[in-house]
């Protein structure tokens, strides 16, 4: 098969309530190492601006999320809006504006330390042929996903809450599942106690880089060179 090309359309799907997190449901601009939680997945994607391999990324927000609208414009995203906070109804509002991708990566808001590094493995299967490869970092097939355009028909006639999960049992193959190390790129955040989680796993990670070799510098949770 000749391997395929085009940028790959990311789809960040941030329109959930998050009635979990807390009467206000503002998880996504809550901060994790002093950046707003979603901030670090768009910092991420900001920094792939100006490759081959992913295009603007689109953000898919509810209507009354002024605040993520404009943090996500300070990373130059597109926007459209959804009145549901379904997975099913993100992703399909999605798919449907950016119609003639060759490829869409799906990234959960909540779920914001997967790297370039991460996404370029997943990118590699879809050139390579997959039509549709997820994540596992031990515990099963999960986001970040990638879907090529032939699957399109499939992904618009998602519904209710389970996303791109419900595409698993209905492809005529098997999806292609990469393993990755287990990390912070499987960490979604739904509770206050999952944000103090990460945020204290974030501060283990910088005490242990504090008493590294003389010199040594690594870069942390989203970053571009970052492991996943």
Do not use: Y
């Amino acid at each position: 098969m000749a391997s395929r090309g085009g940028r790959v359309q990311p789809l960040v799907l941030a329109a959930g309530s998050g009635s979990r997190f807390g009467s206000d449901g503002r998880k996504l601009t809550a901060e994790v190492a002093g950046v707003p939680l979603i901030g670090h997945l768009l910092a991420a994607l900001d920094r792939c601006a100006k490759s081959a391999m992913l295009d603007q990324p689109l953000v898919i927000v509810r209507p009354e999320a002024r605040d993520l609208m404009a943090l996500a414009r300070t990373h130059r995203c597109r926007l459209i809006t959804v009145a549901s906070d379904g997975l099913s109804s993100s992703l399909r509002a999605g798919v449907s504006a950016s119609a003639e991708a060759p490829a869409w990566m799906m990234l959960l808001a909540d779920q914001p330390f997967s790297t370039v590094a991460h996404w370029r493995r997943l990118i590699a299967c879809w050139q390579e042929g997959a039509d549709a490869a997820f994540s596992d970092g031990g515990e099963g097939p999960q986001p970040p996903a990638i879907f090529d355009r032939s699957l399109k028909p499939q992904l618009l006639a998602l519904s209710g809450d389970r996303g791109a999960a419900q595409l698993i049992g209905r492809l005529a193959e098997p999806p292609t599942v990469v393993t990755f190390r287990p990390g912070l790129w499987m960490r979604d955040v739904d509770t206050k106690g999952d944000l103090e989680q990460v945020s204290a796993e974030i501060r283990a990670r910088r005490r242990g880089r504090s008493r590294g070799p003389a010199g040594a510098k690594e870069k942390g949770p989203g970053s571009a060179g970052s492991a996943p």
